[in-house]
T-cell receptor, first 116, second 111 residues
Framework: DSGVTQTPKHLITATGQRVTLRCSPR?????VYWYQQSLDQGLQFLIQ???????AKGNILERFSAQQFPDLHSELNLSSLELGDSALYFC???????????????FGSGTRLTVV | GESVGLHLPTLSVQEGDNSIINCAYS??????FIWYKQESGKGPQFIID?????DKRQGQRVTVLLNKTVKHLSLQIAATQPGDSAVYFC??????????FGKGTTLSVSS
C-alpha cells in the first residue's frame, strides 16, 4: 500500500456521460498530481494541485477538470466522455513544493476507466 | 513540448543476467530524474532517483547513470530476477514543473 488511495478501481460508463475519480494523498502530502495512461502509452501529466490551489496544467482537455479540497483529497471530473478517454488514471502525491520540494511522487493504484 | 523517451520498448533477459535500460531526455533544464517500475495492474513504484549534480547513484541491486553531455539516463539492474519483470519508465523534472514520463520499456525475465 503506497498510502495514496484512489477510488473507484474500475469504472465502466457510456459515451457522453460524466464521472468523478477520487484521490486521497499520502498523509502529510500537500501536492496532488493527476496522470492519464492510455494503452501502451506512458503517463501523461494532466494537472497538479498544491494545498487546494491549481499549480500546473499539462495535457488536460477542457472536458476534464479537477479540484483539491480542504482535507487535501482531490477529484478529477471527466465529462462528455468519448471512447478515447478510456485509460488508466493515476493520482500521485508529494510532500512539499518549493526549494525543499520532495520530487519523488508516490502513486496510487489507479482507476481504470472504460467508456463504451 | 519536450519529453523523455526510451530507446527500446522491450528487453528480454535471463534470470541472473544484468539488465540495462536506457533513456534519452531532451530538456536540458531538467535537474531531477527518476526511474519507476510498473507491474501489471499497479501504479508506478519509485525505484531510484538522481539529481543533475550527480553522475551515478546506487541502490539495492540498481544503479542509475546520468550523462548530461548526451542527455542520457540508464538503469542497471544486477542479477535480474523474475520479479523484476515489469514496465520501467524514466521521468524527468525541471524545477517548478511536474514529472514528465517516457513511454516505457517492458523488461521480461525468463528463468
Amino acid at each position: 500500500d503506497s498510502g495514496v488511495t484512489q477510488t473507484p478501481k474500475h469504472l465502466i460508463t457510456a459515451t457522453g456521460q460524466r464521472v468523478t475519480l477520487r484521490c486521497s494523498p499520502r498523509s502529510g502530502d500537500l501536492s496532488v498530481y493527476w496522470y492519464q495512461q492510455s494503452l501502451d502509452q506512458g503517463l501523461q501529466f494532466l494537472i497538479q494541485y498544491y494545498n487546494g490551489e491549481e499549480r500546473a496544467k499539462g495535457n488536460i482537455l477542457e472536458r476534464f477538470s479537477a479540484q483539491q479540497f480542504p482535507d487535501l483529497h482531490s477529484e478529477l471530473n471527466l465529462s462528455s466522455l468519448e471512447l478515447g478517454d478510456s485509460a488508466l488514471y493515476f493520482c500521485a502525491s508529494s510532500a512539499i513544493l518549493g526549494p525543499n520540494e520532495a520530487y519523488g511522487y508516490t502513486f496510487g493504484s489507479g482507476t481504470r476507466l472504460t467508456v463504451v | 513540448g519536450e519529453s523523455v523517451g526510451l530507446h527500446l520498448p522491450t528487453l528480454s533477459v535471463q534470470e541472473g543476467d544484468n539488465s540495462i535500460i536506457n533513456c534519452a531526455y531532451s530538456n536540458s533544464a531538467s535537474d531531477y530524474f527518476i526511474w519507476y517500475k510498473q507491474e501489471s495492474g499497479k501504479g508506478p513504484q519509485f525505484i531510484i532517483d538522481i539529481r543533475s549534480n550527480m553522475d551515478k547513484r546506487q541502490g539495492q541491486r540498481v544503479t542509475v547513470l546520468l550523462n548530461k553531455t548526451v542527455k542520457h539516463l540508464s538503469l542497471q539492474i544486477a542479477a535480474t530476477q523474475p520479479g523484476d519483470s515489469a514496465v520501467y519508465f524514466c521521468a524527468e523534472k525541471e524545477a517548478g514543473t511536474a514529472l514528465i514520463f517516457g513511454k516505457g520499456t517492458t523488461l521480461s525475465v525468463s528463468s
